[in-house]
């Protein structure tokens, strides 16, 4: 069994940066394969970051290709999203997610997740 607590989220503008955090508590973290997703308001959640056990090859979405890093701490089964160049279309719930399939980016194939945290950009 595991439980996800996502954290970092908050209120920031334009071009601005944020990082949330993702805490495991369980032992299935250091055998899984990590994931961010995001909800925005009348959206379906969609995939956003992977990142595979051994924090090798991380895969993205297109959307935040390029102004996002996914990253983990096994050590303190903690994940990571830094959110650089944010834009209001970045404005969502962020959910961390564990599952052991490599580079998924379903949400069936994770079956563990956080609870949520708000980003919200403004312009």
């Known amino acids: 069994q595991v439980q996800l607590v996502d954290s970092g989220g908050g209120v920031v503008q334009a071009g601005g940066s944020l990082r949330l955090t993702c805490t495991a508590h369980?032992?299935?973290?250091?055998?899984?394969?990590m994931a961010w997703f995001r909800q925005a308001p009348g959206k379906e959640r969609e995939f956003v970051a992977g990142?595979?056990?051994?924090?090798?090859?991380?895969w993205y979405s297109e959307a935040v290709k390029g102004r996002f890093t996914i990253s983990r701490n096994n050590a303190i089964m903690s994940a990571y999203l830094q959110m650089n160049r944010l834009e209001p279309e970045d404005t969502a719930i962020y959910y961390c997610?564990?599952?052991?399939?490599?580079?998924?980016?379903?949400?069936?194939?994770?079956?563990?997740w956080g609870q949520g945290t708000q980003v919200t950009v403004s312009s």
């Open positions: 997610a564990a599952g052991r399939q490599f580079r998924a980016i379903t949400e069936a194939a994770y079956n563990h």
């Open positions: 369980g032992q299935y973290f250091a055998s899984a394969a």
């Open positions: 990142i595979s056990r051994s924090s090798g090859d991380p």
